[in-house]
């Protein structure tokens, strides 16, 4: 029996193949470590993530997360519905609030629902997997099974916008959150001070506008170079893929020679915890981490 | 009190004291140089034990002055408090081993500064006597109000629920002034989201009610004389009676008027029936009584109200009121919940420019906007009348749009207060212009006095700023500089009814006080408590008038062969008068030319080959003196050169004192001084102002004297400068040390 | 008659009220209070052709400016960060009040018609509810072609280092353009989505109409 177990929501981006399975990859040996049972929610579905405001709009929005809600309810009654991804976490949780909040909004989703086969009884709680972490297992919990510690690295913690902002995790503060810092030290890395901790990458507009999303990751990745990190972790997939995988074009437009890489903040646990570089999915890094990759797996 | 005059000196060797100085040696000072008839040492003085010894050698002694050389004059208070006899306090513990380093290399400096201030102890208790009293008291313990407004009102009630009989005059023929006027009021209670009740009749009915509580109406105070306690007022009604009070302390509230939105036809204002003032919507809303509210130009119901704030208001151009009134933006917010709460669809529009909410008025800002209150953050450059509708033209200010404008069938100007403050007494002979405008042609009528006080300096209460009544502002709002007479509500700053009520209660409370105090002959507000009273020496006085002109208090008059006329229970024991008199003949039994004259001349002064400067601080011992005893506390270091004396105010400094200093060899004299001018500082609200005025002419002395000006310094210190007072002092002590010993030293 | 004109005179040009009726959150808008704080910690606020902060587009919808509202591409420039929301004294959601006007002047159709971020929203949510799951591939390619063919292959051309990256990391399937991750059970999911889309429709009739 594990210590803990959840309803599995991972999202679209942390498919096989995906942009962000390698976050899959290790968020599986990070659980595995600390005894936490994630069961993936049967045919979950897409969350329409936050720029699905526009075609979306109001109701169908709600009702995409509501079927997950229903499925996790159906299928895995009493657990909590845990995300690794920031918009589906984000996503999930204001439906949540919005239906539990508004009975006219809740009575047209059961509606619809009701032609998918589904109702909501009680809606779950939504947590990120950092909150699972820091909340249900506690810090000491985290550092328990440190192997190898990161000592001697410097990161930056790219906290970004949705795992902070409009929730943010418990207790934090939203210009300056120190959960990943914490986190960062709790494997033995040192957590550099920068400015831009929790500046956003542009998001969906790094598709649409990818000028002006450039500009703002740019501002990013220099402050933390700046501040002297060799590498920047998030917990955010789009976060991730937007600061790791434009540094080649922010390169040639504005002549600088970045190259840092962005990891997630369970591949530092991961390697930490004694596990491989293919169990922390570093392979899965556009912008190899050669440091992390020394250290991990070592016996 | 005996008339053998024996002086005791104590020595305290607790906290310290007895470890880092020699107290053997400052007994022997006492006796030898302070030449006291009695001084003894004491392990723990303010002990019950240590106390007892003292008391038991005036007992049994005939001790009748007691120095004691302990801890501060503001420490401990209660242990060393002996009515019967006058006390001096040599200040050892803040004043000398805590802002000392303790090691050997500063022992010597050490000793010799708690030498110093043991001989000056001495030379100041043998000056002084304990202070027996005003005698010349008051007894009436009647509250007079001067306004029957909501502030007047509450004050008046205040008073006598706290048992004290009132006197309420009021110039009109029915209680309530302005807020009677009113359809309803800002709200003061949970949830703050709607329009309340004004609470007026309930007041009126409460006072009528009340035996203790005597109302004139259509009546004006025709005459004030005398004192607090001793009040003579006349009351004159419009049927031409005169009756006569007597009465303890005085509470002004006569309210203000809103400012003439006849001086605003640019708005509208005098063009358009439809354009009104706030004190027109309310006569609106009042005859509307609940229902629609209706158009003065034809009757017919508004559809739509925009509210202009600041109307004439904030005006840096210097043609209306420079000032924010402060009430008028939730005022607003209430009228335009007049017609919301009637009808949600008449358009309701706010234009401001900043929007100013005080108090719980947050939530009644956010309370309109939910009930659809449009707030527009625009300055209104003009209101046009059409033949059907006004069109307000305003600059929008987010959106940048200088040419914006609005069609709507009521435009409210909310146009501020302007305070009923009677005759501006410092300035007689500059035309009475309500506002502070300047234009010639908009300059009105003399103001009618209020108070018609018999007092040298005028007959009202000097007025601050914008024509409010005095107030010492920022430290004690209340108190005037007319003591037992007190201004409350918007005749003292704008604002609003339950600012005034706070006000009023407050203010009352204050009054209560001065009675009591003049009923024992004690001092009011600042040295509340303090029975010493300045004495002249008429056969010395010159009538000169400096001290009547200059007494910050009005307590001064001239009698009938123009030699000052003192009266004690107006007096706030600042001294101002001492420092003022040329000739020298004003003292108080505790505080005398004599005796800081003597203190200064008590120092040991070494010689100019010695290496060892002494330096005069005088220091006001409402900031400075306990600035510097908290450096003490928190040890923040300063020069053994330095000798300290608190003076009551810079105000009270004579410049004999600085004359007499640097002729007997002091390198330096420093003076420690509240903020004077706009935003004073000063307790006594003049004191520093005209201790400076009068230290600036000291450089003509120097100048006669051949020293540096640097000689003397006037140093500006808040209570709050407990590290920059140390160091300013040292930076002194070097300079002093550059310029070199004073050439005086040898004579 | 246009659905953007049915509106507008249904409310008679009380812009402020169709807002609040039509317009997710837009009850919110009254509440404002101008201090312009959400302007200024807008991350996009330094970008030109950023024509209206909210704090502007605000007091436009009270000024009833309803065509400059609608017709700007403002409201499509945010990138859901969420520092206006927890920032704002007012608690307004601002986040959401801007999507629900972009979201609004999509369904009305006045919407700029080249705005980037309204094809990618639009390309976004059909990708995602047609499968029930993201096909990030399909959506990439969808968003170079969006301008026609020669377009999209430039555009694929400039991004092809980024696509090699990701598929050397393994973190792009190029077998995703022929199917895919997708849910099981697609009909139940777009017959959810078709009757969500009906109340939603049949709610904001019911409030013009009142």
Redesign the interface.
Known sequence: MAKKEYAFYPGCSSQRGASASNYLTSVNAMCKTLDVKITEIPDWNCCSASIGYAEGGELPRHVLNARNFALAEKHMPGQDIVATCAACWLGARESKERLEHSSVLLQDTQEALKEAGLNIKAIPEVRHMVEVLIEDLGWNALAAPVKNPLEGLKFAGYVGCQTNRPFGISGENFENPMYLDKLIETVGGEAVPYDQKVTCCGGALAFSEPDKAQAQIKDIVESAYDHGAEMIVTPCPLCQANVEIYQGHINKKYGTKFRIPVLYYSQLMTVAYGGSAKEAGLDGQVIKAPKLEAIAGKK | MSAEKKVAAYICKGCGLGERLDADALVNVAQKEGKVQLARSHDFLCSEEGVDLIKSDIANEGVTHIMIGACSRRAKTEAFYFPQNAVARANLREGVIWIRPDTEEARETTQEMAADYIRMGCAEIKAMSAPAGNPNTGSSRTLLVVGGGVSGMTAALEASRTGYPVVLVEKSGQLGGWAAKLWRRIPVHEPFKAPADTGVADMVAQIQADPNIKVYLNATVAKTDGAPGRFEVQIATESGSVATEDIGAIIQATGAEPYDANKLPELGYGKSPDVVDQAGLEALARAANGGPMLKPSNGKPVKSVAFVQCAGQRDAGGQHLSYCSGYCCNASIKQAMYFKDGNPDVDTTILFTDLRTPGNGEDFYRSAQEKGVIFSKGKVASVSPGADALTVNFHDLILDDKDARLEVDLVVLATGQVPNSGVDIEAPNKPQVEGGAADAATVEAKPISILNLQYRQGPDVPQLKWGFTDSHFICFPYETRRTGIYTVGPVRRPMDMAQAREDATGATLKAIQAIENAQLGRAAHPRSGDLSFPKVRLEGCTQCKRCTVECPFGAIDEDERRFPLFNESRCRRCGTCMGACPVRVISFENYSVDTVGSQIKAVDIPDEFSEKPRILILACENDAYPALDMAGMQHNEYSAFVRIIPVRCLGSVNTIWITDALNAGYDGVMLMGCKHGENYQCHFVKGSELGRYRLSKIDDTLKNLNLETDRVRDLEVAIADIEHVPAMINQYAERIVEIGMSPFKSF | MSANAQMATKYKNNF?KEVEEQV?MGEWV??C??CGVCSGSC??NF?PGWEHPP??IF??I??GKREEVLTSPSM??C?????C???CP?KL?I?HIM??L??YA??LGVAPKMQ???????L???N??KT???N?LK??VG?YFKDGLSQGIRNGMAMK??AL??L??????P??LFGG?K???QN??H???????E??EK?KALKAAA
């Open positions: 402020l997710e009254k509440m209070m101008q991350p996009t970008h704090q502007e007091m436009m009270r000024a499509w420039m990138t859901s960060c969420y520092n929301i927890v920032r007012r959601p986040t999507h629900g972009a979201n999509h369904r980037p971020t309204r094809s990618f929203a639009k976004f949510w059909n995602c509810v029930g799951r993201v990030e959506l990439s968003l280092d980024v990256g990701l050397k990391a393994k973190r792009l399937n077998f995703e991750h849910c099981k059970d139940g999911i017959a959810m989505l078709k009757k969500a889309r109340l939603e709610r």
